[in-house]
């Protein structure tokens, strides 16, 4: 099974609005931390936000918010008022497993490919 | 702020080379992570070191070997080179004493063309 979906291979936005890109994940590991990071054309990962599977607040970064539903699985990523610059490919990542260790790999989804329109 | 160095940041090989990937992590970080990026795909985990020593495997080939040195950078070192090897290698480095979110920082990747 995926241990990360993301059901949308592209989306597209008017500049300026918000947009949510979904994910969903699989685990049975009681900690876990998400990952939302953004690949431009150029190829580099960017890390976005992160949410900890013990975490009470949906995290924000800027104009990045996570909503974070756990009994779904679910770790959306919301981008307010979207710019040009947006315009990427974005992938949502787990990690299995408590975040003070040293042996955590990511497992990624495979990707939505976001188009802001001017 | 330092970031993850990779070299060389393009690679172009015959089929049947061989490769050599460097990648610096930034500094104090303890944990190193190596992924591969098909044309099109996720990234996939290929191999970590933690203090220099291996500390997980994923679907590296057998052609593929890595290691991390005393100064803690890592080399990717890949034989008998495929054409699908062609990708994207990234190495990402991570800290255990993140507060917990051992967040991994990505370099910019080492594009691999195998002809």
């Given at each position: ?10 989306m ?91 042996n ?15 | ?31 190193v ?83």
């Amino acid at each position: 099974a995926q241990k990360i979906t993301q059901t949308q291979p592209g989306m597209f936005v008017q500049e300026k609005e918000a947009v949510t890109l979904d994910c969903t994940y699989d685990t049975s590991d009681p900690s876990y931390g998400l990952f939302w990071y953004k690949q431009p054309s150029s190829g580099e990962m960017i890390f976005l936000i992160y949410q900890g599977s013990y975490d009470q607040q949906n995290a924000t970064e800027g104009r990045y918010s996570l909503n974070f539903q756990k009994a779904r699985k679910s770790a959306n990523l919301v981008i307010s008022a979207s710019q040009l610059g947006d315009s990427a490919m974005y992938f949502c990542a787990m990690r299995e497993g408590g975040g003070g260790g040293s042996n955590y790999k990511l497992t990624f989804g495979k990707g939505t490919l976001l188009t802001v329109n001017p | 702020a330092a970031g993850v160095i990779q070299s060389p940041r393009h690679l172009i090989k015959e089929k049947r080379e061989t490769a050599t990937l460097k990648c610096y992590p930034i500094p104090r970080h303890d944990t190193v992570y190596w992924y591969q990026q098909g044309p099109g795909q996720d990234p996939q985990f290929l191999i970590s070191f933690y203090e220099k020593m291996q500390s997980d495997k994923g679907s590296i080939p057998d052609r593929f070997s890595a290691q991390q040195f005393s100064d803690y950078h890592s080399e990717l070192n890949m034989s008998s080179l495929e054409l699908g090897d062609s990708a994207l290698y990234f190495c990402a480095s991570s800290s255990t004493g993140a507060g917990g979110r051992n967040e991994q920082f990505f370099g910019p990747g080492t594009r691999l063309t195998v002809l």
